[in-house]
């Protein structure tokens, strides 16, 4: 991450997660980031995270800058090898995100911008399980 720490996904569990693979020059990633920020604003009081990983080829003074400059307020890494989209079934496009339910488990995969709405109920209703 950014701030030098680590996350792997078994810190994951226990939580819901959205996990969004993003570039800065992704103009699709750059216009979505502001809904990532208020659905993980909406939901971490009730055990929802929020991860954003910038592809390898993204710059990463460009991401850095990005974080800093829109106040992102979750985790963003940067994939400098390309391991973390290879380990997540080979992302190549951009947004790509995941949601994990608190056991660590994917139930959905969005290639392109989510439907926000739909992506609301699918973590209200993860949160609500046990």
Same mark, same amino acid.
């Given at each position: 991450?950014?701030?030098?720490?680590?996350?792997?996904?078994?810190?994951?569990?226990?939580?819901?997660?959205?996990?969004?693979?993003?570039?800065?020059?992704?103009?699709?990633?750059?216009?979505?980031?502001?809904?990532?920020?208020?659905?993980?604003?909406?939901?971490?009081?009730?055990?929802?995270? =929020?991860?954003? #990983?910038?592809?390898?080829? &993204?710059?990463?003074?460009?991401? $850095?800058?990005?974080?800093?400059?829109?106040? @992102?307020?979750?985790?963003?890494?940067?994939?400098?090898?390309?391991?973390?989209?290879?380990?997540?079934?080979?992302?190549?496009?951009?947004?790509? =995100?995941?949601? #994990?339910?608190?056991?660590? &488990?994917?139930?959905?995969?969005? $290639?392109?911008?989510?439907?926000?709405?739909? @992506?609301?109920?699918?973590?209200?209703?993860?949160?609500?399980?046990?």
């Amino acid at each position: 991450l950014l701030d030098g720490s680590s996350r792997t996904t078994d810190s994951m569990k226990g939580k819901v997660t959205l996990v969004n693979f993003w570039a800065t020059s992704c103009v699709t990633c750059v216009a979505e980031m502001p809904k990532i920020t208020a659905t993980h604003d909406k939901y971490k009081a009730r055990g929802y995270d =929020t991860l954003a #990983v910038a592809m390898s080829y &993204d710059p990463p003074s460009y991401v $850095v800058n990005y974080a800093q400059t829109r106040k @992102l307020p979750f985790g963003v890494a940067i994939d400098n090898t390309g391991a973390v989209a290879r380990a997540w079934g080979d992302v190549q496009l951009t947004p790509t =995100t995941f949601i #994990v339910d608190k056991r660590g &488990d994917i139930v959905k995969r969005y $290639v392109g911008e989510p439907d926000f709405a739909d @992506l609301h109920r699918l973590i209200e209703k993860l949160l609500a399980e046990g």
